[in-house]
């Protein structure tokens, strides 16, 4: 029997049915462990990341007949990101930053609040002007166009994967340079 965990490339295609299930389910008993961490490193909910794991081997399941993956824990660190940022925009986890403008003014209670908010929008614009011109123009499309990734993939002309991973890109970009500013003004 091979050695699903340590192998580069996975072909299902070349097996009939009986072995086609041998060995799934061999990889996934190779696998499984990897894809739920990376999924639960992300999400940080137990019941959460056990879903999107079962998916990511049930979509395997299902494309069996027609895929080849080239390499296998790249394909499953993909699959997991890319199944996590679908949850992240499903239960609207990420928070737009004038959102995030209107709940600090919310919990402000200082006469310089008209202020910090001013700071804070020029920082924020700042921020996203810092990054790629490819990222900026995703991420300027995708919130504040309220754009899908389909939709800015299509405009763009791009693969809706690459959308995906320069949005990804630049939300985590974004978001630890604002904790880092959030967390600086705290102590101001």
């Known amino acids: 029997?091979?050695?699903?965990?340590?192998?580069?490339?996975?072909?299902?295609?070349?097996?009939n049915?009986?072995?086609?299930?041998?060995?799934?389910?061999?990889?996934?008993?190779?696998?499984?462990?990897?894809?739920?961490?990376?999924?639960?490193?992300?999400?940080?909910?137990?019941?959460?990341?056990?879903?999107?794991t079962q998916d990511i081997f049930v979509a395997l399941w299902d494309?069996?007949?027609?895929?080849?993956?080239?390499?296998?824990?790249?394909?499953?660190?993909?699959?997991?990101?890319?199944?996590?940022?679908?949850w992240f925009e499903k239960e609207k986890r990420y928070v737009p930053i004038a959102e995030l403008l209107v709940e600090f003014r919310?919990?402000?209670e200082y006469s310089d609040a008209p202020l910090l908010d001013k700071e804070l929008?020029?920082?924020?614009e700042a921020l996203i002007s810092s990054l790629g011109t490819r990222q900026q123009t995703i991420y300027r499309m995708r919130y504040?166009?309220?754009m899908d990734t389909a939709e800015i993939a299509k405009q763009l002309n791009m693969n809706r994967k690459t959308v995906q991973?320069?949005?990804s890109l630049a939300l985590a970009q974004?978001?630890?340079?604002?904790?880092?500013?959030?967390?600086?003004?705290?102590?101001?």
């Open 174 to 188: 974004l978001r630890s340079s604002l904790t880092l500013v959030l967390i600086i003004s705290k102590f101001l």
């Open 17 to 52: 049915q009986k072995q086609d299930e041998h060995a799934f389910n061999a990889f996934y008993e190779a696998h499984w462990e990897y894809v739920f961490e990376q999924a639960f490193i992300r999400c940080r909910q137990y019941d959460i990341a056990e879903n999107i």
């Open 121 to 124: 929008v020029e920082i924020a």
């Open 165 to 167: 991973n320069q949005l």
């Open 63 to 86: 494309q069996m007949d027609e895929i080849c993956i080239d390499n296998v824990r790249g394909y499953l660190y993909t699959a997991v990101k890319n199944r996590v940022l679908k």
């Open 144 to 146: 504040e166009q309220e």
């Open 106 to 108: 919310a919990s402000t």
């Open 1 to 15: 029997m091979p050695d699903y965990k340590s192998q580069t490339s996975l072909n299902f295609l070349s097996r």
